[in-house]
């Protein structure tokens, strides 16, 4: 395969997701580092309307059939197959979310075409593409050259910043055509979860505690200096695990994807599944006592203290400050 390199376009709903544009960006770069055309490819059921939010693409290649109103992985990887055997792409891209996990796998067995899963990075390296993927959890980080012939890149969340794969151009829709048999699976309902008390997705400023924070009533020390700034609390996988935390409030790969202007980490490891769901925003500052912590990593500024030492100090700060009229 030596043609274009192709982005599936993941829907959910009657919406293209937010991963869709993650993917673009990325396959942007990769496809004029190639001097090849972005192509994104939509599968569905009256769907085509969606086509014009994929701007970031040079066109968009759209298979419409009744199998393929839901996001059940075996027919979208058997459509995505037939059509990637006609045209021989380079490359492609395929979000990694519970919808389409395993579409890229079950693609690639069809094709007999090499799956690089787990990427959140890709390049061109004299003509060939590299890839920097995570595994075992995020524990292991290695880089794969990916073959000249072709090969299905499973992507990460989080590769690139979604708006960078946005455009207001409508891009032109070509047509592809597709067979496919009943499907073994249906998805009968769906069914919505609570919704929280916060809406995570929308705070600017948030206050997250992971296990250094000791023990729930500890939790009075984040809300306190949550309030003072106008944010909310949330926090990681264990605090949530534990009880301390409604589920509404997880942050990370299990919980809600952030990107506030202020997201505050007191006593957080930084583990690669907590990243995912906050490493874009705006301004992270962690506090934890071990300075070997992930966190650190990708924190803007940090502090290898206790939070306790320098959270209530924090606080009294901050009210200063506003009552003053500075914050």
């Known amino acids: 395969m030596a043609g274009n390199v192709w982005v599936l376009a993941e829907q959910w709903r009657g919406q293209i997701s937010e991963v869709t544009y993650e993917a673009l960006a990325l396959g942007r770069e990769v496809a004029d580092q190639l001097g ?3 192509q994104a490819v939509l599968l569905g059921h009256e769907a085509r309307h969606l086509a014009a939010g994929l701007g970031k693409a040079d066109s968009v290649l759209y298979a419409d059939h009744p199998g393929l109103a839901q996001p059940l992985a075996q027919p ?14 380079r490359a492609v891209l395929i979000p990694l979310t519970n919808v389409s996990l395993d579409v890229g796998p079950l693609a690639a067995a069809e094709l007999q075409l090499p799956v690089v899963n787990f990427c959140v990075d ?9 890839a920097d993927c995570v595994l075992y959890g995020g524990k292991i980080d290695v880089r794969v050259a990916v073959p000249q012939e072709g090969a299905i890149i499973g992507l990460w969340p989080g590769a690139r910043p979604a708006e960078k794969g946005c ?3 409508v891009p032109p829709v070509e047509t592809g055509a597709v067979s496919l048999p009943e499907p073994a699976v249906r998805l009968l309902n769906y069914i919505e979860p609570e919704a929280g008390d916060v809406d995570l997705s929308q705070q600017e400023i948030l206050v997250a505690v992971g296990r250094g924070i000791q023990s729930q009533d500890n939790l009075t020390l984040a809300e306190e200096l949550a309030e003072a700034l106008d944010g909310a609390v949330c926090g990681s996988r264990p605090v949530i695990d534990q009880g301390w935390l409604p589920l509404s409030r997880q942050v990370g790969r299990s919980g809600a994807t ?3 202007k ?11 599944e907590h990243q995912e769901g906050m490493k874009n925003s705006d301004l992270i500052i962690a506090i934890n006592t071990d300075p070997g912590a992930p966190i650190f990593n990708i924190a803007h500024f940090g502090a290898a203290a206790d939070l306790f030492d320098i ?4 606080i009294e700060c901050v009210k200063a400050m506003r009552k003053e009229g500075h914050a």
Do not use: F
């Open 76 to 89: 979208i990887a058997a459509a995505l197959a037939q059509l990637a055997r006609e045209q021989r792409p």
């Open 122 to 130: 890709l390049r061109v390296t004299d003509g060939r593409l590299e």
């Open 36 to 38: 090849v055309r972005l």
């Open 258 to 260: 952030v990107k506030p």
């Open 311 to 314: 959270v209530p100090p924090l």
């Open 167 to 169: 455009a207001p151009e």
């Open 262 to 272: 202020l997201y505050l980490a007191l006593g957080i490891s930084g583990a690669p």
